[in-house]
């Protein structure tokens, strides 16, 4: 079956830290993999898009690669804050998505 | 970037009735939107896909007649979620698309919690 696996413990770091999230996926060929942060109470707000010719796209603290032969994404976030702490939240597909389940980061100061 | 709206934030609803929720796109048309539901410390699952000016695709397990949704225009999705019950209590989340199905990426509303007693 179709599974996308997050993390489902949360993620402790010390600011400044560098976060690494992971994401893997099974009997998937996602063309795109996308990264979401969401608050609590709040909808996912988009971070990063990275398609399956890219092995690597960054934005600013932000850094996504992409392996489709380990079928994985890692999500790292350098100099974290405290105010990255979220849950991040890996998604499949362009516009209709499949979600993994998240994982919680607390940055602490 | 794109903007998409929803309303209300937030709604309480006594059990056995209707609540609509709105998901407007600000400012691009949305060729398709998608409603997706949040339960707690749960991931968000996709409900169903709206293109404007057709039915709804519903995912399995998900009752079109409980959950009516409406497309009438380019910026413009709503979700009725009738005969409310407590267990229908989530998060439903909107995004918009104006690419099609496949077409381009999604944005995101900021959510709709609904509380059934």
């Known amino acids: 079956s179709q599974k996308i696996e997050q993390n489902s413990e949360a993620l402790n770091i010390q600011e400044g830290k560098t976060a690494t999230l992971t994401c893997n996926y099974t009997n998937y060929s996602p063309a795109y993999l996308q990264w979401y942060r969401q608050d609590p109470g709040r909808g996912p707000v988009f971070l990063l898009l990275i398609r399956e010719n890219e092995k690597e796209k960054r934005k600013e603290r932000l850094k996504v690669t992409f392996d489709t032969t380990l079928k994985q994404s890692l999500f790292h976030i350098t100099a974290s804050q405290p105010a990255d702490s979220a849950t991040y939240l890996c998604a499949l597909g362009l516009s209709m998505l499949t979600f993994g389940g998240g994982t919680r980061l607390m940055v602490k100061p | ?117």
């Open chain 2, 1 to 117: 970037g794109a903007v998409v709206s929803q309303h209300p934030s937030w709604v309480i609803c006594k059990s056995g009735t209707s609540v609509k929720i709105e998901c407007r796109s600000l400012d691009f048309q949305a060729t398709t939107m998608f409603w997706y539901r949040q339960f707690p410390k749960q991931s968000l699952m996709l409900m169903a896909t709206s293109n404007e000016g057709s039915k709804a695709t519903y995912e399995q397990g998900v009752e079109k007649d409980k959950f009516l949704i409406n497309h009438a225009s380019l910026t413009l999705s709503t979700l009725t979620v009738t005969s409310a019950h407590p267990e229908d209590s989530s998060f439903y989340i909107c995004s918009a698309s104006f690419g099609g199905k496949s077409g381009t990426e999604a944005f995101f509303g900021q959510g709709t919690r609904l509380t059934v007693v």
